[in-house]
């Protein structure tokens, strides 16, 4: 595919110093100007000021002007308007009012980190050991973002405008809810959910395994339990491991980790998922605040606060 990943998000939030203090104590590095950086990828969120939460602006990358050639075209053919300049494409999602930015950037390379060893029956792996995560002192760091997650009043709309417009494709599909699409080899880097305001619902975070799911999350509820919302589990799309929590402006944020690799279209089958299945293969069941948060009322009425 000519996409290749996702670079960075940019949120809007009422409360930057509180949120960016949020996403410093999650792992991200700060660098001072409203970014935080991940340690394969680089500068992967930016903090702004907005009323409401909100996602401001989606970053992608592509191989080539060439192919910022053809988005531009195909945009054009749903009527939506782009403009090009040099390596870079700018448009808007029509329906949200998100930026979505792709550029030319090589791709990422992640280096390869030992698997590690988990005893099972008749494999042990780790002999004479403590398990893996004992032995990391050191704080989370997340590897690279994964991907956002959006709500949106033109569901069709969204969707085409990734999909047809965009060139994402097409990993699984929730019936009559949304749409989950990659714009590399990971499972999905957008999730489109149908809602009745366009928000942001939740960034995800690579971290090394399912031990550093539990040890980031942990260390986030120290002092703060309000912040869980939910975790831990496995989800059916994508395969991920994963803990949810909440930032100070009302997102959600993932740590997750195992998730299915598309490396060849052909042998990949999108399957359209109904009830639980859509949304966990085991764990807690999700609580309602996620399915929809608390806040959504007064986001559709312009008199969201944060929290």
Same mark, same amino acid.
């Given at each position: 595919?000519?996409?290749?990943?996702?670079?960075?998000?940019?949120?809007?939030?009422?409360?930057?110093?509180?949120?960016?203090?949020?996403?410093?104590?999650?792992?991200?590095?700060?660098?001072?100007?409203?970014?935080?950086?991940?340690?394969?990828?680089?500068?992967?969120?930016?903090?702004?000021? &907005? /009323?409401?939460?909100? !996602?401001?602006?989606?970053?992608?990358?592509? %191989? #080539?002007? *060439? @192919?910022? =050639? $053809?988005?531009?075209?195909?945009?054009?053919?749903?009527?939506?308007?782009?403009?090009?300049?040099?390596?870079?494409?700018?448009?808007?999602?029509?329906?949200?009012?998100?930026?979505?930015?792709?550029?030319?950037?090589?791709?990422?390379?992640?280096?390869?980190?030992?698997?590690?060893?988990?005893?099972?029956?008749?494999?042990?792996?780790?002999?004479?050991?403590?398990?893996?995560?004992?032995?990391?002192?050191?704080?989370?760091?997340?590897?690279?973002?994964?991907?956002?997650?959006?709500?949106?009043?033109?569901?069709?709309?969204?969707?085409?405008?990734?999909?047809?417009?965009?060139?994402?494709?097409?990993?699984?599909?929730?019936?009559?809810?949304?749409?989950?699409?990659?714009?590399?080899?990971?499972?999905?880097?957008?999730?489109?959910?149908? &809602? /009745?305001?366009?928000? !942001?619902?939740?960034?995800?975070?690579?971290? %090394? #395994?399912? *031990? @550093?799911? =539990? $040890?980031?999350?942990?260390?986030?509820?120290?002092?703060?339990?309000?912040?869980?919302?939910?975790?831990?589990?496995?989800?059916?799309?994508?395969?991920?491991?994963?803990?949810?929590?909440?930032?100070?402006?009302?997102?959600?944020?993932?740590?997750?980790?195992?998730?299915?690799?598309?490396?060849?279209?052909?042998?990949?089958?999108?399957?359209?998922?109904?009830?639980?299945?859509?949304?966990?293969?085991?764990?807690?069941?999700?609580?309602?605040?996620?399915?929809?948060?608390?806040?959504?009322?007064?986001?559709?009425?312009?008199?969201?606060?944060?929290?």
């Amino acid at each position: 595919m000519s996409l290749h990943g996702l670079l960075s998000v940019t949120m809007g939030v009422p409360n930057v110093a509180e949120t960016a203090a949020y996403y410093t104590d999650f792992g991200l590095a700060p660098s001072g100007d409203g970014w935080f950086s991940t340690t394969d990828a680089g500068r992967q969120l930016r903090i702004e000021y &907005a /009323p409401s939460r909100r !996602l401001v602006e989606l970053r992608v990358a592509a %191989d #080539d002007t *060439d @192919d910022l =050639g $053809r988005i531009s075209a195909s945009l054009a053919r749903l009527g939506v308007a782009a403009a090009q300049s040099g390596g870079a494409l700018e448009t808007s999602e029509p329906a949200t009012g998100t930026r979505v930015r792709v550029e030319v950037a090589p791709r990422l390379h992640q280096d390869r980190v030992p698997p590690a060893a988990y005893n099972g029956p008749g494999r042990p792996e780790r002999e004479n050991r403590r398990a893996p995560g004992f032995s990391r002192p050191e704080r989370v760091r997340p590897r690279k973002l994964g991907h956002a997650v959006l709500g949106s009043t033109d569901l069709e709309r969204s969707m085409a405008f990734f999909i047809e417009g965009l060139g994402f494709k097409v990993s699984d599909r929730v019936k009559g809810a949304g749409a989950f699409m990659r714009c590399s080899t990971d499972h999905h880097n957008v999730l489109v959910l149908g &809602a /009745p305001v366009s928000f !942001l619902h939740h960034t995800s975070w690579q971290v %090394d #395994d399912v *031990d @550093d799911v =539990g $040890r980031g999350a942990h260390a986030m509820l120290e002092g703060s339990p309000e912040r869980h919302v939910w975790g831990l589990g496995r989800h059916y799309a994508g395969s991920n491991f994963f803990w949810y929590l909440k930032d100070p402006a009302g997102n959600f944020s993932e740590y997750y980790s195992d998730m299915d690799c598309i490396v060849d279209d052909q042998l990949w089958t999108p399957e359209d998922l109904e009830g639980a299945r859509g949304l966990f293969e085991w764990g807690p069941p999700p609580p309602p605040s996620f399915l929809h948060p608390d806040d959504l009322a007064a986001l559709m009425t312009g008199t969201h606060a944060p929290g």
